[in-house]
């Protein structure tokens, strides 16, 4: 049960940063950027706080016009987004072999929006490790909403250094989130270190495809774009998440880009050409409805300073995304499933 009207989007803008302090991180947060002359080194040694104050930022406006799921999904003709994005995550426990009784662990889970419905569809217990506090506290609300707080909960940590014992999971995935990470092998590594041996990984990664120019410059354009409206520090080419993975320890049981099979294009939502009432507040109309409703909510004071200037940053964000996938050079969801093996010897 997500929040959906305008003063529940204003009160949750800037999550755990002080409203009077909204404008400030929103300016700190543009400058580790490469419109606002940031570079890669910089983000990458500074993406705790980076990814943090992104969320802080973003998240109402994700959950005003996501939903509780923040991701994207393959999807077929006559499906409806949320219909699509529920498949995905289903399809996710499925490759996982998950069943009653196992202890699951989401990397990076956001509010927990996938981690209820693969609970529930599972019936495991999933524990979301997500270093928000802000995302967390609203995931806690959440799941005592679905009535799974008894079987699901929440751990504050960075999954490069991650709480838990050698071995303690039956099962791990990450949707979209282990793109923040900056260094895929450490992220992975610690993945592998947490997970019984002879179980699986899954995820669904953010990456540059082998169609992507690093010398071309409208493609570094989309890339910059991307990576200022999501709070990453660089985007992967599909090749260095496998190589990561085998460097970890993994063996790679298969891989494939959804995105190049999806009958419905993954950045419909996102296309301003576009038009949905199911979806209304993700289309142009909507996002133009958004836009000025934040621009009076922070005239009144209902919402903080800054708030715009998040708004702006996300529509960049989804200019980059509409047009990295039209040119086939990003996908959202970069798929593979991944094996432990039971020895280091196997």
């Given at each position: 049960?997500?929040?959906?009207?305008?003063?529940?989007l204003?009160s949750g803008?800037?999550?755990?940063?002080?409203?009077?302090?909204?404008?400030?991180?929103?300016?700190?947060?543009?400058?580790?950027?490469?419109?606002?002359?940031?570079?890669?080194?910089?983000?990458?040694?500074?993406?705790?706080?980076?990814?943090n104050?992104?969320?802080?930022?973003?998240?109402?406006?994700?959950?005003?016009?996501?939903?509780?799921s923040?991701?994207?999904?393959?999807?077929f003709?006559?499906?409806?987004?949320q219909?699509?994005?529920?498949?995905?995550e289903?399809?996710?426990?499925l490759?996982?072999?998950?069943k009653?009784?196992?202890?699951?662990?989401d990397?990076?889970?956001?509010?927990?929006?996938?981690l209820?419905?693969?609970?529930?569809?599972?019936?495991?217990?999933?524990?979301?490790l997500?270093?928000?506090?802000?995302?967390i506290?609203?995931?806690?609300?959440?799941?005592?909403?679905?009535?799974?707080d008894k079987?699901?909960?929440?751990?504050?940590?960075?999954?490069?250094?991650?709480?838990?014992p050698?071995?303690?999971?039956?099962?791990?995935?990450?949707?979209?989130?282990t793109?923040?990470?900056?260094?895929?092998?450490?992220?992975?590594?610690?993945?592998y270190?947490v997970?019984?041996?002879?179980?699986?990984?899954a995820?669904?990664?953010?990456?540059?495809?082998?169609?992507?120019?690093?010398?071309?410059?409208?493609?570094?354009?989309i890339?910059s774009?991307?990576e200022?409206?999501?709070g990453?520090?660089?985007?992967?080419?599909t090749?260095?998440c496998?190589?990561?993975l085998?460097?970890?320890?993994?063996?790679?049981?298969w891989?494939?880009d959804?995105?190049?099979?999806?009958?419905?294009?993954?950045?419909?939502?996102?296309?301003?050409n576009h038009f949905?009432?199911?979806?209304?507040?993700?289309?142009?109309?909507?996002?133009?409805?958004t836009?000025n409703?934040?621009k009076?909510?922070?005239?009144?004071?209902?919402a903080?300073?800054?708030?715009?200037?998040?708004?702006?940053?996300?529509?960049?964000?989804a200019?980059?995304?509409v047009?990295?996938?039209?040119k086939?050079?990003?996908?959202?969801m970069?798929?593979f499933?991944?094996?432990?093996?039971?020895?280091?010897?196997?």
């Amino acid at each position: 049960m997500s929040k959906t009207g305008a003063l529940d989007l204003a009160s949750g803008l800037g999550g755990k940063i002080d409203k009077s302090e909204v404008l400030s991180a929103v300016e700190k947060y543009e400058k580790y950027h490469v419109f606002y002359g940031g570079a890669q080194e910089e983000r990458k040694a500074n993406y705790t706080d980076m990814v943090n104050k992104y969320y802080d930022l973003a998240t109402s406006f994700y959950e005003f016009g996501w939903g509780e799921s923040f991701h994207f999904a393959h999807r077929f003709k006559g499906e409806s987004l949320q219909e699509s994005i529920k498949r995905h995550e289903h399809f996710l426990a499925l490759q996982l072999g998950l069943k009653p009784g196992h202890k699951v662990l989401d990397v990076g889970c956001g509010i927990g929006g996938p981690l209820r419905e693969i609970a529930r569809f599972s019936l495991t217990s999933v524990t979301g490790l997500n270093n928000n506090e802000y995302q967390i506290a609203r995931g806690k609300v959440l799941n005592c909403i679905a009535g799974i707080d008894k079987t699901c909960d929440f751990v504050k940590a960075d999954f490069m250094k991650m709480p838990f014992p050698d071995s303690s999971f039956d099962a791990i995935y990450a949707i979209e989130a282990t793109c923040h990470a900056p260094d895929a092998y450490g992220c992975y590594s610690e993945i592998y270190r947490v997970l019984k041996p002879g179980q699986f990984f899954a995820a669904y990664e953010w990456c540059m495809t082998d169609s992507f120019d690093p010398s071309n410059q409208e493609h570094q354009k989309i890339k910059s774009e991307i990576e200022i409206g999501n709070g990453l520090p660089d985007i992967r080419i599909t090749g260095q998440c496998i190589e990561a993975l085998k460097k970890a320890g993994f063996e790679v049981i298969w891989s494939k880009d959804l995105a190049a099979s999806s009958p419905v294009p993954w950045y419909l939502p996102l296309d301003k050409n576009h038009f949905s009432l199911s979806s209304f507040r993700l289309t142009a109309p909507g996002r133009f409805f958004t836009r000025n409703m934040v621009k009076v909510l922070e005239f009144v004071g209902l919402a903080p300073q800054g708030s715009q200037r998040v708004q702006d940053f996300l529509e960049k964000a989804a200019e980059g995304l509409v047009e990295g996938g039209r040119k086939e050079i990003f996908t959202p969801m970069f798929f593979f499933l991944a094996r432990k093996p039971h020895s280091q010897s196997q």
